[in-house]
C-alpha cells in the first residue's frame, strides 16, 4: 500500500481556484485569473501546511455543458509541472484524472515525470470521467469506460513501477520491451480513485489506496465508509483505504459579506469542532475550500486557516 499521510491524523489539502472554473464552486475573481495566481496560492498552501494542492482534468467541454462546467479547464500534467517548480513541499494531486482518455503509457511517462521533478510529490487521484463527447471524439468507448479504466489502472501498476522496461498483457492493452525513463521518485505512487456511485466505491475498495468522493454530505459518508471497509475486507485487502471528504466552503472569521447560507463561518475553535467530525467518521484528509472576493481574500484565509485552525483538528 502507498499511504500519503500519516494514518490517525486529519491532515487538510485543497483544490485549486482558476485552473477548472465551474459554476459550481469557482469565485468571481477566478475568470481573470492566471498563472501568477496559481503560483502564489500554491506557495501559501505550501507554507500553510496544507496536505496537497489539487487540480482537475477535461479535455474539451461540448456546448451544452458549457454554461454551467465553463471551458477553464487547465491540462493537470502541466499544471502540476509548474505547480512543481514553485513549491517545495505539498504535494501534488490530480483530482482526478480521466485516465481513459489516453494510452496508459502516455499517462505513465506524463506521472512519472511529474513525480521525478516534484522530487517525490505526486498522488494521482483517478476518475472514470462523464462528459461522452470527450470519448468519443477521441476515439474511446463512452459505455465502457469502466473497464478501460479498470485495465488502465492495472497497466499503470506496471507503468509507474520500478522497471525501466515495463510489461502489461491484457484486453485493451499490451506493451513490453519498451523502456522509460525517467522513473518516479516514489517507489510505489499512491493512487486514490474518485467516484461516489457502486461503481466506483468498488473501484476505490479494489484497486485504489484512497478514496477521493464526489461531494457527498456529511450524513451519507458514514454508509459509504462503511461499504468501501466491506468491500476490502471481502476481498481480504487488509491495508486501510485513505479516506477522503470534500467540506462546506468555509471562511475563518466573521466575513462582513454573504458567504451562502451552506458556508462555515466563525471564529478557529468553531470551525475546527465542525471538522473534527469528520475524523470521527473515519476521514483522514479533508479538501477544504474557502469563500473569497479575491486572491489576496483567499490567501489570507489559506494562512488563518493553517495557523488558527489546523492545530486544532487534531486535539
Not at 473497464?147 to 522496461?165: F, I, K, Q, W
Not at 510489461?167 to 493512487?191: A, C, N, T, W
Not at 475524523?279 to 483522514?284: C, E, I, N, P, R
Request: glycine share 12%; aromatic share 6%; with cysteine.
Amino acid at each position: 500500500m502507498a499511504r500519503v499521510f500519516p494514518e490517525g491524523r486529519l491532515v487538510y489539502g485543497m483544490q485549486l481556484p482558476v485552473q477548472s472554473q465551474s459554476t459550481i464552486y469557482a469565485e468571481p475573481w477566478e475568470a481573470s485569473g492566471g498563472p501568477a495566481d496559481l503560483a502564489e496560492i500554491a506557495r501559501t498552501a505550501d507554507r500553510a501546511g496544507f496536505g496537497y494542492v489539487a487540480t482537475c482534468d477535461h479535455v474539451a467541454i461540448p456546448r451544452r455543458l458549457a454554461g454551467p462546467m465553463s471551458t477553464v479547464w487547465y491540462d493537470p500534467v502541466a499544471t502540476l509541472s509548474f505547480l512543481a517548480g514553485t513549491t517545495e513541499h505539498v504535494r501534488l494531486l490530480s483530482h482526478v484524472a480521466v485516465l481513459g482518455l489516453r494510452h496508459p503509457l502516455i499517462s505513465a511517462k506524463q506521472y512519472a515525470t511529474v513525480d521525478h521533478l516534484s522530487g517525490g510529490r505526486l498522488v494521482l487521484g483517478v476518475g472514470a470521467g462523464h462528459v461522452q463527447e470527450e470519448f468519443e471524439v477521441l476515439g474511446v468507448d463512452f459505455a465502457r469506460r469502466g473497464a478501460v479504466l479498470d485495465e488502465t489502472l492495472d497497466a499503470l501498476r506496471a507503468a509507474l513501477g520500478p522497471e525501466e522496461y515495463p510489461e502489461h498483457e491484457g484486453e485493451l492493452f499490451s506493451f513490453k520491451d519498451l523502456g522509460q525513463l525517467p522513473r518516479p521518485v516514489q517507489e510505489r505512487i499512491p493512487v486514490w480513485v474518485g467516484g461516489s456511485s457502486p461503481a466506483g466505491l468498488r473501484r476505490a475498495a479494489l484497486r485504489g489506496d484512497g478514496w477521493l468522493p464526489q461531494g457527498d454530505p456529511r450524513h451519507e459518508l458514514a454508509g459509504q465508509i462503511t461499504r468501501l471497509r466491506e468491500l476490502r475486507a471481502a476481498a481480504g485487502i487488509e491495508e486501510p483505504l485513505e479516506i477522503g471528504a470534500i467540506t462546506e466552503p468555509l471562511y475563518v472569521g466573521e466575513p462582513g459579506w454573504d458567504t451562502g447560507r451552506r458556508a462555515l463561518t466563525g471564529k478557529a475553535e468553531v470551525l475546527a469542532g465542525s471538522l473534527r467530525a469528520y475524523k470521527a467518521l473515519g476521514v483522514d484528509q479533508i479538501q477544504v475550500r474557502f469563500r473569497s472576493r479575491d486572491r489576496a481574500e483567499l490567501v489570507d484565509q489559506m494562512a488563518a486557516f493553517g495557523a488558527e485552525v489546523a492545530p486544532l483538528l487534531n486535539d
